[in-house]
């Protein structure tokens, strides 16, 4: 960790869709007395509609430029836990602003286990399918084109299927330092 991250006052989560985000973002913020947003209910929130209405009505590239829009919003606010998009790394911008905004964390999972936790909870109009195809087959493909983006931008790796309070515990611990 550099001096940059040592100091954070931000701190983003990225990964792939059903890899935990909110949730460990949600308990990370009440750990540390942070506020919490997730660019995701902040967009629908913004857009009186859900992300699969967007998507239907202004296409993906419609959803992310509304997607970086509620990035850049975070950028000024000190004292946030931020759960972002699962493709929100796929913009170079989107991923300059994340390095440089404050600390950020790259849940990562298998295929299998995040193939299994959309298949218990589905959430679509949440998280429209992307190719179209079967739901382990759109994970793999989709993980192996945006993990180099996930790295690339993150300050830490955790595991998305380790024990959320022993996430918040660790990361909390690298906010401290």
Known sequence: MNDDTRHARRVYLVGP???GKTTLGKALAARVGWNFEDTDATVVATAGMTVEQIVERE???????RETEALRDTLGRDGLVVATGGGMVLAEENRRMLRDGGFVAYLCGSVDMLAGRLARDPLAAQRPSLTGRPIADEVAEVLAAREPLYRECAHAVLDAGDDVQALVARLAGLLEK
């Open 59 to 65: 296409g993906w590239e419609g959803f992310r430029r």
């Open 17 to 19: 869709r059903a890899s």
